[in-house]
């Protein structure tokens, strides 16, 4: 069986991915790391399969992703629609921000996140 969570091929990637994010994964993170947001562990720049998702509950199976400009171009946009069915067919839930959301309106992407976190539990 092939391993779908943080492929040993991958790890340098990761590792540069997390030593090189951009400015609004770190802004993100900062409210994301130590379970500050409900009690929820994310870890940051998680495979699956062949990709990397920016965050990743994985006690909600939640993944999120933030996204700069260069994801604007037709080639990005079918990256991201591959990516997301990949993701999905692992059961995750994938949310997706832009950057400026995360730097205008933080709340906003915060209680977006939350809402998703608390969803399962209100059933």
């Known amino acids: 069986m092939q391993k779908v969570f943080n492929r040993k091929t991958q790890k340098r990637f990761r590792q540069h991915l997390r030593n ?7 802004k993100l993170r900062s409210v994301l790391k130590g379970k500050q947001l409900l009690g929820y562990k994310f870890r940051r720049q998680q495979g699956i399969e062949k990709y990397v998702v920016d965050f990743y509950c994985p006690g909600k199976k939640l993944a999120i992703e933030i996204d700069g400009v260069t994801h604007t171009t037709p080639r990005e946009k079918e990256h991201d629609r591959q990516k997301a ?14 950057n400026s959301d995360v730097y205008e309106n933080l709340d906003y992407v915060l209680s977006a996140i939350a809402q998703t976190l608390e969803k399962d539990q209100d059933s």
């Open 20 to 26: 090189t994010a951009t400015d609004a994964e770190k």
């Open 85 to 98: 069915d990949c993701i999905k067919s692992h059961g995750i839930l994938l949310l997706r921000f832009n």
